[in-house]
């Protein structure tokens, strides 16, 4: 159970690829990972806390069958995101889809467990203002890494 009073939030994540989770979300994130018990690592970043838990008996599925098909992180600024992008690249993970929303552009990945993670670039002239139920517009991904390449971030 999340403690209601912790500066960051807690998401608990299940897999049966231990390994290569701690080490996907500490890329993330950029924090370091922390054993809680035999089954359980923490990595915790500004605002947000990943306890990767192992299963034993967790197959690869569907995201849906899991009911997590994709995690929004709205990062503090744009270069936390390019941070965050290169040590993942470090890893072999690149941005899979980029999409533009009103006030974001959100480069997609997946984690190792294939759940879609969106980080969400600050961008307040992203887009007119749209209702709620509009798609995001498509992107290309090189595109929006090429033009953010001014900021430090590598492809």
Known sequence: MNNVAAPAVELRLLTHRPQEMVAWWAALLGG???SLNSRMTAITGLSLRVVIERS?????YHPEASGVTAINLTLGDT??????????????????RATRNP?????????PNGTDVAL????PHAGPTTGADVLPEEL?????LANTRTFGLRQ
């Open 32 to 34: 370091g990972p922390q």
């Open 56 to 60: 034993q008996i967790a197959l690869d």
């Open 79 to 96: 270069q936390e995101a390019h941070r965050a992008l290169n040590r993942l690249a470090r890893l072999g993970f690149t941005p899979h």
């Open 103 to 111: 006030d974001a552009i959100a480069l997609w990945l997946h984690d």
């Open 120 to 123: 969400c670039l600050p961008a």
């Open 140 to 144: 290309d991904v090189k595109a929006v």
